[in-house]
Structures are given as C-alpha cells and as structure tokens.
C-alpha cells in the first residue's frame, strides 16, 4: 500500500460520510477540496483540519448543476495543479411508499443521486484522461444490490450508480480506477429527510445499530492507497449485526 499524498475532490463534504472521509484522508495527508451546499459547515470543517496540519479548501457545490461541477473539478485542478480523485458522495433519501406519489422527491433523488454523480464522472474524466489517469470513488448503498418497501425509488438510483460505476471501470481499465463503495445503515443526516411518517419511524429502529461513518471512509481510504497497479472496485460495509 502507498500513502502518497493525493489531490481529493469530495462531494457532499459537509455532514456525514462525506466529512468523515474529509477528515480521515486529511489526516493521511491528501490534499482535499470539499464541496456541498452548505458553505458554513464546510468553512468550519476546513478551518480545523487545517490548524491540525491539513491541506484543505472548500468551494459551494450543487452536484444537480453540471456547470458547477466542472468549476469544483476545475478549482481543484487550478489550486493543486491536478485532480487524483473524486469522491461522488452527495446523496439524498426521502423514503416514502409509492403509493404516496411524492413525484418532488423521486426527481431530488434522481437528480443528485443519479445526475449528480454522472455530472461528477464527466467533469473529472477530461482532467483525468489529460493527466494520464485518476482514480473514480462513487459512493452507492447496500440499496444498490437490493430493494425494500419505502426505498423503491432510492433503491433504483443507488442501482443506477452501481450500474454507471461498472460501465466506467469496464470503459476505463488500464488508466482510470474506479471504486464503488456502498454503505450499510451509517450515522447521517440523510433521515432527517423523510417526510414521510410511517418511513420515517420505520427508519428508526432500522438505524438502531448504524455504523460511524468513519467506517465508510476508512474503506474509501483503502482503496486510495492500493498501489497503481490494484483497483479495488466494490466495496460493501455493513454493521456486523445488520442483516441488510
């Protein structure tokens, strides 16, 4: 394994699995720009991994907008003067019944979880390719490789990204890694986002035995440290007493 310090772009930095990963790769010396849409938080963030010795900036990001993705990938491609990484992580998870037709929250989920990450994938592949290589981080759910009642249509986009995150590795072997990483129930905010009662309780006992996102992001970091030659290209992390 190699420690070598890496440019990172993390989307969906500001909470969660995106700030646990923010501070575990920061503390293993990679220089990271975080985006999200929360600026406050992430100025905060940077702040303290900064006085604790990191090389970290931030930047406003809205993963739905291609345009600003490819200034974030640009930003940190000017600031360091190459992008190793990105880490596709901004996600949302409005759980609901079908049948209560929250046609608003299906199109949310579709547009960051899908759109998001395939606005992430085209604005850093150019970069990537120029510089003859990189490496793709996109982070999905045990949602990918299942489906349960209220996650229908979360369940479809993380199945999306699974699906567009193997097409890229297919595409890109030789000179572009390409890591899928998706997480079990994990500490987050992404349930404060259930409008929904009935799901929103029912997530309650189902986040009973969540892991700290810094498990998530210690896997992350793994899969950035392997040498050149390795692509770790799936990644599952469940709590041990999880059965989902």
């Known amino acids: ?12 930095a ?95 989920m579709i547009d960051v979880n ?21 490496h793709v981080v996109n982070v999905a759910s045990v949602g990918a490789y299942e489906v349960s009642p209220t996650a229908a249509v979360y369940c479809a986009t993380k199945f999306a990204v699974r699906a567009i995150t193997e097409g890229l590795r297919q595409e890109s072997a030789g000179d572009i890694r390409v890591t899928l990483v998706s997480p079990g129930v994990t500490e987050s905010e992404l349930a404060d986002g259930i409008s929904d009662p009935a799901a929103r309780e029912a997530m309650k006992a189902y986040r009973a035995v969540a892991l700290p996102a810094s498990a998530v992001a210690d896997a992350v970091a793994y899969a950035l440290c392997q040498p050149r030659e390795v692509d770790v290209n799936e990644l599952v992390v469940r709590p041990a007493a999880s059965a989902q």
């Open 1 to 12: 394994m190699t420690h070598a310090s890496k440019v990172v772009a993390i989307t969906g």
């Open 114 to 134: 899908v759109r998001g990450v395939l606005h992430g994938v085209a604005a850093a592949l150019p970069v990537m390719r120029a510089q003859g290589g990189g």
């Open 14 to 108: 500001s909470s969660g699995i995106g700030e646990a990963t923010a501070r575990r790769l920061a503390a293993d010396g990679h220089r990271l720009l975080l985006g999200a849409r929360r600026t406050d938080r992430l100025e905060t963030l940077t702040k303290e991994l900064t006085e604790a010795g990191g090389t970290v900036a931030f930047r406003h990001l809205d993963v739905t907008d291609a345009a600003a993705v490819r200034a974030f990938v640009a930003a940190a491609r000017d600031r360091y003067g190459r992008l190793d990484v990105i880490v596709n992580n901004a996600g949302v998870m409005p759980l609901s019944p079908l049948e209560a037709l929250k046609l608003d929250e299906w199109d949310r």
